[in-house]
């Protein structure tokens, strides 16, 4: 159990355009969801914290307008960078906490997306 | 701002060797977790410790939570290939924060054969 899908797992696309990407928790229901990006070879940097049915909590620095995070029911957030550019290539990853997780903390985390910005 | 120190962030060794990854905080966690991450892959989980002094074992892994849960260790023993990859610790802080982890610097291990 406890089983987080992403898609797409690679993008690659032209700047300027819109991108959105999926996580859906598959077989348990989040209330919360944790959007992620990582450079290469580096830590994870958390970009925003969604919540079903209410705005997204981003982080400093992190712009909201460009980073659009859509939490529309208890299995799927979504993520979609707007007009993108070369700049925002990266692997977003997103993760989920559950209820039965909840004395611990623990996140189950999605296989990732790469995203290529031409 | 809560900060995890992970060391070393780049650890290089061979076959059968052991190792030991630290993460050092000056803030108290509620939890720690470790990851392990492969290139193009998300993390997954390899343990949770919640209470302090606690030592779990996975296999040839061993995780320690420090007495005040400030810290915590991963100590790998002969390590092999197929251990290498990225190793995240990660803390919770619980209360109106709880899920949102503090991710450590990453140590990068690659065992060579």
């Known amino acids: 159990g406890a089983v987080v899908s992403q898609h797409p797992s690679r993008v690659i696309c032209k700047s300027g355009t819109s991108v959105k990407i999926e996580c859906r928790s598959l077989?348990?229901?989040?209330?919360?969801m944790f959007w992620y990006r990582q450079f290469p070879k580096k830590s994870l940097m958390l970009m925003a914290t969604?919540?079903?049915?209410?705005?997204?909590?981003?982080e400093q620095g992190v712009e909201k307008d460009k980073f659009l995070i859509n939490h529309a029911s208890l299995t799927l957030s979504t993520l979609t960078v707007t007009s993108a550019h070369p700049e925002d290539s990266s692997f977003y990853i997103c993760s989920a906490r559950a209820v039965f997780s909840a004395n611990t903390g623990e996140l189950f985390f999605g296989e990732g997306s790469r995203l290529t910005v031409l | 701002t809560q900060l995890l120190e992970q060391s070393p962030q780049f650890l290089s060794i061979q076959e059968g060797e052991n190792l030991t990854v630290y993460c050092n905080s000056s803030?108290?966690?509620?939890?720690l977790q470790w990851y392990r991450q492969e290139p193009g892959e998300g993390p997954v989980l390899l343990v949770t410790v919640v209470t302090g002094g606690e030592v779990k074992k996975l296999k040839r892994l061993t995780f320690q939570f420090g007495d005040a849960r400030k810290d915590s260790s991963l100590h790998i023993t002969a390590a092999q290939p197929g251990d290498t990859g990225l190793y995240l610790c990660a803390g919770n802080a619980g209360g109106t924060s709880y899920g949102k982890l503090t991710f450590g610097q990453g140590t990068i291990l690659t065992v060579h054969p």
């Open positions: 803030s108290v966690f509620s939890s």
């Open positions: 969604s919540n079903e049915g209410s705005k997204a909590t981003y």
């Open positions: 077989d348990f229901q989040a209330t919360t």
